[in-house]
């Protein structure tokens, strides 16, 4: 860490609500310029430690700084940080442009009541310009398809020209070839110094493409370089049974059978 | 036909229906894809229990349903916020008990005759000079503060989390428009009526989302069809002498099927959220 500095540090971080435990004890950095992966299985607290990370879920105990500083205290610098939520979560019809809902992206920093200026409208060109949709501006967002519709939500984090891009399961829905150029576009952006933090269920994919891939279920299993980890991510990903399976001699077969793994893994084991 | 348009109580009743179609259209937009139509409901059904309880202290009907839906959108808005209840069991218990509230002071003070039918479905004759000018103040405070959050009210009903995440106070402007909608309720709730208002807030807009996939396109459409079906109904129920608040809303709930005949077939897809978006040109 002597010429770089962590633009995301979490330290013992647990998000607990009344009843369950999302995150416990979450330790991560994320230097300057990385690309970091989380992958974890459903429900394993991968959106909550973006949301962590944003400052939208306050952790429970341990401390989140984001430039340094809480991300609920950033003020400004929020527009540091650049955020592509689950596609899930939005109207696909709802009635807008792609260059309408990519100004959105400037909307607090052009504050209530006043117009988007000029410079609104310059950086919202450029943001297009950079993931490629200059020509899909004035398209309604229902016309897009699922590429072009996520390259649109990153234009949108882009809008800011933030420093750091978080981006949840960016690629669900679209198929390989699309999510193959998407990870293409955010190693290009990598290229250009932006900080990535991208959380996913896709292992194989951004494997190529990350520095680093975290795995996490609940706690953090592994960290490391990728393909340092690839063959027992499989294992946190799929659970203890599947762990049982990792570390005997043939890790290697719970690929691709998600829900036959695991009655094999314990069949295994009870053999 | 136009000789109707001597009588003074039916100026005033055209004009409040101008008011209100073109009100609950624009509010309408934002209920309708923010998807809280059932909050709108909701709200406007505690206009009853605000109502009541002003016959009941001798207040201002008008003033007592402002300050009861206010409090009632805002309970909602606040209760769900933090995550206990759910906003849709909010409204599920609000709705109700504000109904029953206002049935149960109405019930207390005996031999007070109020017109409730009116209250409840509408009537044209009920438009007196203060409501109208009632009406245009409130329809004048909603439209003002719609044109101030315009950005924000849009960003909050494309994508609230978002909106949260670059800056913009979007839990705040959320409560600002549960507050519009209780103004828009009141406002309307003399010739619609309180049961029927919801639908005319919403129809029109899910009449015009029909039919554009353009924000300003759908806003204009929306006041068009909502102005069309106000005055409209308010001619038709002269005609045909039926109660001003339910011609009104069956009009929309027409302009709204023939809409959905018309709307291109792009909107089949909404509703199952979308895997592969199967009509994109690929560029």
């Not at chain 1, 909307?107 to 200026?117: D, E, T």
């Not at chain 2, 959050?149 to 913009?168: H, N, P, R, T, W």
């Not at chain 2, 353009?214 to 038709?236: C, E, I, N, Q």
Request: hydrophobic share 50%; with cysteine.
């Amino acid at each position: 860490m002597a010429d770089t500095h962590s633009i995301i540090e979490l330290h013992d971080v647990t998000v607990s609500y009344p009843y369950h435990t999302v995150l416990e004890s979450v330790t991560l950095h994320v230097d300057a310029g990385q690309f970091l992966a989380v992958v974890g299985p459903n429900g394993a607290g991968k959106t909550t430690l973006l949301k962590a990370v944003l400052g939208i879920v306050r952790p429970t105990r341990g401390t989140v700084l984001v430039f340094g500083k809480p991300p609920w205290l950033l003020g400004r610098d929020r527009s540091r940080i650049g955020y592509v939520p689950q596609v899930q979560t939005v109207d696909l019809h709802f009635p807008v442009t792609a260059h309408e809902a990519v100004m959105m992206g400037r909307f607090g920093r052009i504050g209530v009541g006043r117009r988007p200026a000029r410079e609104d409208r310059e950086a919202v060109q450029r943001a297009m310009e950079r993931v490629g949709i200059t020509n899909l501006a004035d398209a309604p967002i229902g016309r897009l398809s699922g590429g072009q519709r996520q390259r649109m939500f990153v234009a949108r984090a882009l809008a800011n020209e933030p420093e750091l891009l978080l981006l949840d399961e960016p690629t669900t829905g679209v198929d390989i070839a699309t999510t193959e150029s998407f990870y293409e576009l955010l190693h290009r952006l990598q290229h250009e110094g932006i900080t990535i933090l991208v959380v996913s269920h896709d292992i194989g994919v951004v494997a190529r493409y990350s520095d680093s891939v975290a795995c996490i279920n609940q706690r953090v299993e592994l960290h490391g370089r990728p393909e340092e980890v690839t063959g027992s991510v499989l294992a946190c990903m799929y659970g203890p049974q599947a762990a049982l399976l990792g570390h005997g001699a043939v890790p290697h077969i719970v690929v691709g059978e998600h829900d036959a793994h695991i009655e094999s893994a314990q069949g295994s084991a009870d053999a | 036909m136009l000789e109707i348009l001597h009588y003074d109580f039916m100026q005033r009743a055209l004009l409040a229906g101008l008011i209100i179609g073109s009100v609950c259209a624009v509010i309408g937009v934002y209920v309708v894809l923010r998807g809280i139509s059932f909050i709108g409901a909701g709200i406007s059904h505690a206009a009853f229990g605000g109502v009541a309880l002003g016959f009941a202290l001798g207040i201002n009907a008008v003033i007592a349903a402002v300050i009861f839906c206010l409090a009632v959108s805002w309970g909602i808005g606040i209760v769900s916020k933090r995550g206990e209840v759910r906003e849709d069991t909010a409204v599920g218990v609000f709705f109700a008990a504000t109904m029953a509230l206002g049935v149960l002071v109405i019930g207390l003070m005996k031999g007070y005759q109020v017109d409730l039918f009116g209250y409840l479905f509408g009537s044209i004759l009920a438009v007196s000079r203060g409501d109208l000018i009632a009406s245009a103040v409130l329809g004048a405070v909603v439209l003002v503060t719609v044109a101030l959050l315009y950005k924000e009210l849009l960003f909050i009903s494309f994508d609230q989390e978002m909106a949260e995440v670059v800056g913009v106070p979007a839990e705040r402007i959320h409560l600002i428009l549960l507050g519009l909608i209780a103004l828009t309720v009141v406002l309307s709730m003399k010739v619609v009526g309180i049961i029927l208002v919801s639908a005319l807030i919403v129809t029109p807009a899910a009449a015009a989302y029909q039919l554009t996939e353009d924000f300003r396109k759908m806003m204009a459409l929306s006041v068009v069809l909502g102005v069309f079906a106000t005055t409209g109904g308010l001619l038709l129920s002269y005609r045909l002498n039926t109660g001003s608040g339910a011609t009104i809303v069956l009009l929309t709930t027409l302009v709204f099927l023939v809409s959905v005949a018309l709307s291109p077939r792009r909107r089949m897809g909404r509703g199952v959220k979308a895997v592969v978006d199967p009509i994109a040109p690929q560029t």
